[in-house]
């Protein structure tokens, strides 16, 4: 099995297609880094020191000198009931402008990024991985190199099973690096802004990162186990594509909740639960009796994990069976 596992993961980065697609899922979360940091760069000292400038001429304007009177007479009304004791300097932020108010950027958050950027990252590589799987196996299938791999190994589940086992390792693993490169290289440019990276605010993102690798590398089984079934990268390709893109809406159509749909529970797995509407009886009095009322639940990751296993399970399974006993051309 090892010697067959080696053979398979030359052929494997011997296929130039791969390798193609290696770099452009390296090249793609480049650009969405540098992106993120560039448009996430805290303001230039002259752009601070401009914006300081016209906070202080504008301060000087009779209807903000008299929002500010107005403010000290009555508190309350401008701070609300929670009057500190320096009322002087809690005026001056809530009736007065701002040097914030002629300066804005979006400062960096990875909490945030989790949901945004990162996401993004995993998504794009795991439909990149899906691709590697595909097209090793349909290489096979469109060259007919198939029925001369079997004359040296002619059990054919062996065989199955090692192709299986070096794409989805070699995609999960590859896609566990580039995302662990893309939150460290996101932490150390928040750190040297000074911004948070403690209290596990980067953790949860390499996390995210390592669960989206499984994701990816998932999805990569699943591209090789359809192309292996239906013997055709294209036939694969669609199938995949319509469940991940269209099910969602075909589920809606039919009246399936949310909680079926391939996208959500791929999301909930990346970010260990997602949040969907439902729709549920309404409660609160007699009046919203027979009614439905929408509520947001949150979709658990071994929800996920259990939904999205069970159809990759079938896949392979129905993919083992068929190379096992169809004919081979």
Same mark, same amino acid.
């Given at each position: 099995?090892?010697?067959?596992?080696?053979?398979?993961?030359?052929?494997?980065?011997?296929?130039?297609?791969?390798?193609? =697609?290696?770099?452009?899922? &390296?090249?793609?979360?480049?650009?969405?880094?540098?992106?993120?940091?560039?448009?996430t760069r805290p303001p230039a000292a002259s752009q601070l020191a401009y914006a300081e400038e016209q906070?202080?001429?504008?301060?000087?304007?009779? &209807?903000?000198?008299?929002?500010?009177?107005?403010?000290?007479?009555?508190?309350?009304?401008?701070?609300?009931?929670?009057?500190?004791?320096?009322?002087?300097?809690?005026?001056?932020?809530?009736?007065?402008?701002?040097?914030?108010? +002629?300066? +804005? +950027?979006?400062?960096?958050?990875?909490?945030?990024e989790d949901e945004q950027s990162g996401l993004?990252?995993? =998504?794009?590589?795991?439909?990149?991985?899906?691709l590697i799987g595909t097209?090793?196996?349909?290489?096979?299938?469109?060259?007919?190199?198939?029925?001369?791999q079997l004359l040296f190994e002619p059990r054919r589940p062996l065989v199955w099973a090692a192709k299986a086992g070096v794409v989805a390792g070699l995609t999960g693993l590859f896609a566990g690096f580039v995302f662990t490169v893309y939150w460290l290289g996101l932490g150390?440019?928040?750190?040297?802004?000074d911004l948070p990276v403690g209290d596990g605010i980067l953790l949860d993102g390499l996390q995210s990162g390592w669960r989206g690798a499984g994701v990816a590398a998932a999805a990569a089984l699943a591209g090789y186990a359809l192309t292996m079934l239906f013997r055709s990268t294209v036939a694969a390709l669609g199938v995949l594509l319509a469940a991940s893109v269209a099910g969602g809406v075909v589920l809606a159509v039919i009246g399936i909740g949310?909680?079926?749909?391939?996208?959500?529970?791929?999301?909930?797995?990346?970010?260990?639960?997602?949040?969907?509407?439902?729709?549920?009886?309404?409660?609160?009095?007699?009046?919203?009796?027979?009614?439905?009322?929408?509520?947001?639940?949150?979709?658990?990751?071994?929800?996920?994990?259990? +939904?999205?296993?069970?159809?990759?399970?079938?896949?392979?399974?129905?993919?083992?069976?068929?190379f096992h006993r169809r004919d081979v051309p």
């Open positions: 099995m090892s010697r067959l596992l080696r053979v398979e993961l030359t052929r494997l980065l011997c296929r130039r297609a791969v390798l193609v =697609i290696l770099v452009v899922a &390296v090249a793609i979360p480049t650009v969405i880094g540098v992106a993120t940091v560039l448009n906070a202080a001429e504008e301060s000087q304007r009779k &209807v903000y000198q008299r929002q500010f009177e107005q403010c000290l007479e009555n508190p309350e009304n401008f701070i609300g009931d929670q009057v500190p004791d320096d009322v002087r300097t809690a005026c001056e932020l809530s009736a007065l402008p701002q040097p914030d108010w +002629y300066v +804005y +950027y979006d400062e960096l958050d990875l909490a945030a993004a990252v995993v =998504i794009v590589v795991a439909i990149l991985m899906m097209t090793f196996a349909g290489h096979d299938w469109a060259s007919g190199s198939v029925s001369n150390v440019v928040a750190s040297s802004r949310s909680v079926w749909n391939p996208g959500l529970n791929i999301g909930a797995v990346i970010l260990d639960g997602a949040k969907y509407w439902a729709e549920v009886p309404c409660t609160g009095g007699i009046e919203f009796e027979g009614q439905q009322c929408s509520v947001e639940k949150t979709l658990p990751i071994g929800r996920a994990l259990w +939904y999205l296993g069970t159809g990759l399970v079938l896949f392979a399974a129905a993919s083992l069976a068929s």
